[in-house]
């Protein structure tokens, strides 16, 4: 069963366990017509009715508590690849397919890929990176751009997933996005997985916090996951009708100006590729983001 939606699903939240400094309410409202930048950092088969007030995860969950989290926010299908296409494209291609379909990377100003681990620009192949985690990658249209801009994340130095594009992509590395793999630093289970996870998180943005843009209101990152654990290869995880928990995943909007706020509406990465496209000041939204629900009037941003 699914966690309840709206405010009664924040309440258990233990964002008390961490000392982090707050991310969001920093600023009053309204917030900015747009953003000089719009990050997204995906996370890694983790489903909502496992995160919230998961103990292991106080980070996540102080951002839930503090930011504006999205309580019925749901994936596109299982495996993986396809709904990092759906995020990019508004289109869930399938997995190790490249997509002709046109992406946010050719519609805004500049854009950043950064993959934590990855061995050479653009899908160098490296221990503890996956293409399939890699959105750039798989769009042909961007090949040449794809050399300089879908960039190796070192995953000692934080200073590497400071945004300086308008639109930035960040995927943490198989040690870090909830999964786990021989070489990793930890032990090999569920509890370690999402306490690595965690800590990655907190420290990358809060190196992004303390950038000027963001203390300025100027950045807004959406953290979110691509899919719970197991569910049906090709299931239709979009349908609202579909409550299949592996299906729902939480979604946080983290910005200087964000209020703290639980907002229940549908929303899939379609409704956030739509949102990240009019942060950026894009008006023509890519595939199914055209008649995804937008995320701003309910989250705040």
Same mark, same amino acid.
């Given at each position: 069963m699914l966690v309840p939606s709206g405010a009664a699903a924040v309440a258990a939240v233990p964002h008390e366990t961490t000392t982090a400094p707050d991310p969001c309410g920093l600023l009053p409202g309204p917030p900015p017509a747009t953003y000089t930048h719009v990050v997204v950092i995906m996370e890694e088969n983790l489903a909502y009715a496992d995160a919230i007030g998961n103990p292991d995860a106080p980070y996540l969950n102080q951002l839930a508590a503090e930011c504006a989290l999205a309580?019925?926010?749901?994936?596109?299908? %299982? *495996?993986? !690849?396809?709904?990092? $296409?759906?995020?990019?494209?508004?289109?869930?291609?399938?997995?190790? !397919? !490249?997509?002709?379909?046109?992406?946010?990377?050719? !519609?805004?100003?500049?854009?950043?890929? /950064?993959?934590?681990? $990855?061995?050479?620009?653009? +899908?160098?192949?490296? *221990? %503890?990176?996956? %293409?399939? %985690?890699?959105?750039?990658?798989?769009?042909?249209?961007?090949?040449?751009?794809? /050399? /300089?801009?879908? /960039? *190796? $994340?070192? *995953?000692?130095d934080g200073a590497t997933a400071l945004p300086t594009a308008a639109f930035t992509w960040i995927t943490p590395n198989q040690c870090h996005n909830h999964h786990w793999q021989t070489g990793c630093t930890g032990a090999s289970d569920p509890t370690a997985f999402t306490q690595s996870m965690d800590a990655w998180l907190s420290g990358t943005i809060q190196a992004i916090q303390a950038t000027p843009d963001y203390q300025a209101g100027q950045t807004l990152i959406f953290v979110t996951f691509d899919e719970g654990q197991g569910g049906t290869p090709g299931e239709d995880c979009a349908d609202p009708t579909n409550t299949d928990p592996s299906c729902q995943v939480v979604t946080i909007a983290v910005a200087a100006g964000v209020q703290p706020v639980a907002d229940p509406t549908f929303y899939t990465h379609y409704s956030m590729l739509r949102s990240a496209e009019e942060a950026l000041g894009i008006t023509t939204?890519? +595939?199914?983001?055209?008649?995804?629900?937008? $995320?701003?009037p309910g989250m705040g941003f």
């Open positions: 309580t019925n926010f749901h994936n596109e299908t %299982h *495996p993986s !690849q396809p709904n990092y $296409m759906a995020a990019t494209s508004g289109f869930a291609t399938a997995t190790h !397919q !490249q997509s002709t379909n046109p992406s946010i990377y050719e !519609q805004v100003s500049s854009w950043n890929d /950064l993959e934590e681990s $990855m061995g050479s620009n653009c +899908g160098g192949k490296a *221990p %503890h990176y996956k %293409h399939g %985690h890699d959105p750039a990658f798989w769009y042909p249209a961007i090949a040449s751009d794809c /050399l /300089l801009n879908d /960039l *190796p $994340m070192d *995953p000692s939204f890519l +595939g199914n983001a055209a008649t995804a629900n937008d $995320m701003r």
